[in-house]
């Protein structure tokens, strides 16, 4: 169901399914793909596959039909649960030119899905697709999301009845060379928002409009920064400024629907959060990462009493 309410530009989307496509070769990537089971009005949309422990930026795709066109989303996912857009394609829903037919009558099971029909279709270039479909006989149609994914990396539309999911699929581009995805479901219980005037904007590529409408002066002094201590050096100094880029549009776009506490909250959990990816990617050494740490903290211990008061 869609709430809206500030000037009936928010909208607020509630997500009951996560669909996780995973590569079979490396089970930590893959993309997510979350959607209203019982509402097919709700945008589809993705994101990288455990991309908060993994990516900086927490990309997000979605769908948006304005002015009788549907367009392809690009944008970042703030705090797990505010979207906003920063680039878009025009999407047409042309179904991708592939047949998938029934392999045989035999059944199979993959991990905790018990039999499995297998589909094959054969590409003009001499791809062959394998497809392994599971009935799960609930009623859901997860054709939508199947396809969010599938066509948009592998060109397949597998024409799914309701209540079948694509669980493993298998791409043999040649007689040595294959790729292939599995699927884990998941039910969920999330919301998201999207700023409708922000998309439409941008679309209509008057961005530059919509952000003299909601600029403001009440901004964190971090906000303002241009230079930070002498010890700091050149890549240290990047990823600050990505971390006050990141916390500063979060805090532009989102401050009519959030505290001044949750920006607080917000701010502390991205230091901790980067810092854990630089680790784990050896982006810092020892030193860069102390370096960064006292760094944020004195910009947080810097901000004024009168915007967002750390104490």
Not at 125 to 137: M, R, V, Y
Request: hydrophobic share 30%.
């Amino acid at each position: 169901m869609t709430v809206s309410f500030y000037n009936a530009q928010i909208m607020k989307y509630h997500y009951d399914k996560e669909m996780t496509f995973l590569s079979e070769a490396d089970s930590l990537s893959g993309v997510s793909v979350r959607f209203n089971s019982k509402d097919k009005s709700v945008p589809v949309y993705s994101i990288d596959f455990d991309s908060d422990k993994r990516f900086i930026r927490n990309t997000i795709n979605f769908y948006y039909a304005y002015r009788k066109n549907m367009y392809r989303m690009d944008g970042v996912l703030y705090n797990k649960k505010y979207a906003a857009a920063n680039g878009f394609t025009t999407f047409r829903a042309e179904s991708p030119i592939r047949s998938f037919k029934k392999a045989s009558d035999t059944l199979y099971d993959y991990k905790s899905f018990k039999n499995l029909e297998k589909r094959i279709a054969i590409d003009k270039d001499g791809t062959k697709i394998d497809l392994f479909i599971a009935s799960l006989n609930d009623g859901i149609d997860y054709s939508e999301p199947a396809l969010f994914y599938l066509s948009e990396n592998f060109g397949i539309s597998p024409g799914l009845g309701k209540g079948e999911v694509v669980v493993y699929a298998n791409y043999i581009f040649n007689k040595n060379n294959s790729s292939a995805n599995f699927v884990i479901l998941k039910d969920i219980n999330e919301d998201i928002y999207f700023n409708k005037e922000q998309i439409e904007y941008l679309i209509d590529d008057k961005y530059k409009d919509f952000y003299k409408k909601i600029e403001t002066d009440e901004m964190p002094m971090y906000c303002s920064v241009t230079s930070f201590a002498n010890n700091v050096d050149e890549r240290t100094t990047e990823e600050l400024n990505d971390l006050l880029g990141n916390v500063c549009e979060y805090f532009t776009l989102w401050r009519k629907s959030e505290t001044n506490d949750s920006f607080k909250k917000y701010y502390d959990s991205e230091v901790k959060r980067r810092i854990e990816i630089y680790r784990r990617n050896g982006t810092f050494n020892e030193k860069q990462l102390k370096i960064y740490l006292e760094e944020t903290n004195k910009l947080k211990s810097q901000n004024s009493t009168e915007n967002i008061d750390y104490k």
